[in-house]
């Protein structure tokens, strides 16, 4: 699924060293210091390389990046994290999605075309930020022509004045319109139908070989229509704004925009790829398996794809590739593509003390999740050190007796942990709570005794 959220940092990302990059992936990941270390490298290469000259700068491939872990580590958070610092077009895909018993699911070249998607939004939402005022301007002009009567016919001898006398009426109107007084207001707006919905003819094994939309074939005959729609006067400003900001981005530079974007600072995250990994000596679905694995390579290694946008090339796109590997191991993939991942960076399986960091320090900690939630019910919600480590002793215990999902165990911990105070808590007289160690042995200590029951449960 692609994953893409926008954020800015204090620093010019490309004035950020290794160590600072460290630092902020720190602000949201506990530990793994060496894969921290490892991406960190990777973006500041792609910072250097992009000061080198043009056809030197064209030999200097990505050195893609294999994560080894255990579930629950922090993985694709770091991989995520980095992206957002990067400001980079970022998309996320499982492996296995490639893979069927018998036959290659998905065209391995759709995680291009989604990055290529999300790239095209990006660019697509900074241009609507620059014509954002304009837009606005222009929307209020055209709503105002709406709202006012057409002028009477000018006396011929003076139609200055007549001018005058609408220009101050238009006035008061825009006065009114901003400080909300017309916003019961009632307009007729002729709003664009979309009466023929667009649709792909399937050829070969998968949507994306023929990609064929009919609204792009045959432009003058499902566009232009419209109808006339009676809406409030707010409503009617956001759907003219939105009219005009399209009118005022030329989606041609957008997608252009894109694309190079896509092919200079693209990362593509790989998650599960020790699913496709052969075995030796397997039979039926480990053939697929390697077919996946051939299908990846070329993407790794450098081709073009096509997409609606245009070409694009895949020789500078990051790829980060992860997978725990208990069943298969990094030299179970097929030569070539171990080649293409020269930089190996194993994530250690997360213990307690871990856990009482990840509860507590990063800026979106689960503790700080939690008691923001409570705070919109006007619940005070406070965590004492002490239970924050008995909660941290049970997310370690269950992942002992269980399986080992790491971090993520924290999560189910913690939802039954507060599974009363959530339920209750529109109705609580009792604004101030309080958890401390007593309070979370009360609610957990049962389950995780009982064995069957923590296995379900938490």
């Given at each position: 699924?692609?994953?893409?959220?926008?954020?800015?940092?204090?620093?010019?990302?490309?004035?950020?060293?290794?160590?600072?990059?460290?630092?902020?992936?720190?602000?949201?990941?506990?530990?793994?210091?060496?894969?921290?270390?490892?991406?960190?490298?990777?973006?500041?290469?792609?910072?250097?390389?992009?000061?080198?000259?043009?056809?030197?700068?064209?030999?200097?491939?990505?050195?893609?990046?294999?994560?080894?872990?255990?579930?629950?580590?922090?993985?694709?958070?770091?991989?995520?994290?980095?992206?957002?610092?990067?400001?980079?077009?970022?998309?996320?895909?499982?492996?296995?999605?490639?893979?069927?018993?018998?036959?290659?699911?998905?065209?391995?070249?759709?995680?291009?075309?989604?990055?290529?998607?999300?790239?095209?939004?990006?660019?697509?939402?900074?241009?609507?930020?620059?014509?954002?005022?304009?837009?606005?301007?222009?929307?209020?002009?055209?709503?105002?022509?709406?709202?006012?009567?057409?002028?009477?016919?000018?006396?011929?001898?003076?139609?200055?004045?007549?001018?005058?006398?609408?220009?101050?009426?238009?006035?008061?109107?825009?006065?009114?319109?901003?400080?909300?007084?017309?916003?019961?207001?009632?307009?007729?707006?002729?709003?664009?139908?979309?009466?023929?919905?667009?649709?792909?003819?399937?050829?070969?094994?998968?949507?994306?070989?023929?990609?064929?939309?009919l609204k792009d074939m045959l432009p003058g005959l499902f566009q232009g229509r419209t109808r006339k729609r009676r809406m409030k006067v707010p409503e009617a400003l956001e759907y003219v704004t939105q009219e005009e900001e399209q009118k005022l981005i030329d989606m041609?530079?957008?997608?252009?925009?894109?694309?190079?974007?896509?092919?200079?600072?693209?990362?593509?995250?790989?998650?599960?790829?020790?699913?496709?990994?052969?075995?030796?000596?397997?039979?039926?679905?480990?053939?697929?398996?390697?077919?996946?694995?051939?299908?990846?390579?070329?993407?790794?290694?450098?081709?073009?794809?096509?997409?609606?946008?245009?070409?694009?090339?895949?020789?500078?796109?990051?790829?980060?590739?992860?997978?725990?590997?208990?069943?298969?191991?990094?030299?179970?993939?097929?030569?070539?593509?171990?080649?293409?991942?020269?930089?190996?960076?194993?994530?250690?399986?997360?213990?307690?003390?871990?856990?009482?960091?990840?509860?507590?320090?990063?800026?979106?900690?689960?503790?700080?999740?939690?008691?923001?939630?409570?705070?919109?019910?006007?619940?005070?919600?406070?965590?004492?050190?002490?239970?924050?480590?008995?909660?941290?002793?049970?997310?370690?215990?269950?992942?002992?007796?269980?399986?080992?999902?790491?971090?993520?165990?924290?999560?189910?911990?913690?939802?039954?942990?507060?599974?009363?105070?959530?339920?209750?808590?529109?109705?609580?007289?009792?604004?101030?709570?309080?958890?401390?160690?007593?309070?979370v042995t009360r609610m957990l200590d049962d389950i995780v005794k009982n064995e069957d029951s923590s296995r379900y449960i938490l």
């Amino acid at each position: 699924m692609p994953i893409f959220l926008p954020e800015t940092t204090q620093s010019a990302t490309d004035a950020l060293t290794p160590r600072q990059i460290v630092a902020e992936l720190d602000k949201y990941v506990v530990g793994q210091t060496a894969a921290k270390r490892a991406v960190a490298i990777a973006l500041r290469n792609r910072m250097r390389r992009q000061k080198l000259p043009p056809d030197l700068a064209e030999e200097v491939a990505p050195k893609n990046i294999l994560m080894i872990g255990p579930t629950g580590v922090g993985k694709t958070e770091i991989a995520r994290r980095l992206a957002r610092l990067a400001q980079s077009p970022f998309v996320k895909v499982e492996a296995s999605k490639f893979t069927e018993v018998g036959y290659v699911g998905r065209d391995v070249e759709s995680m291009v075309r989604d990055l290529v998607e999300l790239a095209v939004d990006m660019v697509r939402a900074e241009r609507i930020e620059e014509v954002k005022h304009k837009a606005h301007r222009n929307a209020e002009e055209r709503l105002l022509d709406l709202l006012l009567p057409p002028p009477p016919p000018a006396p011929a001898d003076d139609p200055s004045a007549a001018r005058d006398q609408q220009s101050q009426t238009r006035e008061r109107f825009r006065e009114q319109l901003r400080t909300g007084r017309l916003d019961q207001r009632m307009v007729d707006l002729d709003v664009r139908e979309k009466s023929f919905p667009s649709f792909e003819i399937i050829a070969g094994s998968s949507v994306e070989e023929v990609d064929i939309n009919l609204k792009d074939m045959l432009p003058g005959l499902f566009q232009g229509r419209t109808r006339k729609r009676r809406m409030k006067v707010p409503e009617a400003l956001e759907y003219v704004t939105q009219e005009e900001e399209q009118k005022l981005i030329d989606m041609d530079s957008v997608a252009r925009v894109a694309v190079g974007r896509v092919e200079q600072t693209g990362i593509i995250f790989l998650d599960e790829i020790d699913k496709v990994a052969g075995r030796e000596g397997g039979h039926g679905p480990d053939v697929s398996r390697e077919g996946v694995q051939r299908d990846i390579l070329p993407i790794v290694e450098g081709t073009t794809v096509n997409t609606k946008y245009g070409m694009v090339r895949t020789d500078h796109i990051l790829f980060i590739a992860a997978g725990a590997f208990h069943v298969s191991k990094p030299s179970d993939l097929i030569p070539e593509l171990q080649g293409r991942f020269p930089i190996r960076v194993e994530l250690h399986p997360l213990g307690r003390d871990e856990f009482v960091r990840i509860l507590t320090e990063p800026r979106s900690a689960l503790v700080k999740q939690y008691v923001a939630l409570m705070e919109t019910e006007g619940i005070t919600l406070r965590f004492t050190d002490d239970a924050i480590e008995r909660v941290a002793d049970f997310a370690t215990i269950v992942n002992d007796r269980t399986e080992n999902i790491g971090a993520r165990r924290l999560h189910t911990v913690m939802e039954k942990l507060l599974d009363e105070i959530s339920f209750e808590g529109p109705d609580l007289g009792e604004k101030d709570v309080t958890i401390d160690a007593a309070y979370v042995t009360r609610m957990l200590d049962d389950i995780v005794k009982n064995e069957d029951s923590s296995r379900y449960i938490l």
